[in-house]
């Protein structure tokens, strides 16, 4: 699966939230970001992609 980066500025607090809930979950932080985009996703009726429909067929090019 291709990644892609994501830089972002975040209050102190909060990334140390994150921190410690990443670790409860034994998660990294970017794993426990990516979850939560993906709850939030869910429960809006917000559709995300499939890879493929983003970066094409790698398999057939």
């Known amino acids: 699966m291709k990644t892609a980066t ?5 209050d102190p607090n909060l990334k140390e939230a ?6 409860l979950e ?3 932080i970017a794993n426990l970001i990516e979850l939560l985009i ?3 996703c869910e429960r809006e009726g917000i559709s995300i992609p499939e ?3 983003l970066f094409g ?3 057939h090019e």
């Open 51 to 53: 890879q493929t429909e």
């Open 18 to 23: 994150a921190r410690i809930a990443a670790l």
């Open 38 to 40: 993906r709850q939030h």
């Open 26 to 28: 034994h998660r990294s």
């Open 57 to 59: 067929d790698a398999e």
């Open 6 to 10: 994501l830089n972002l500025r975040i």
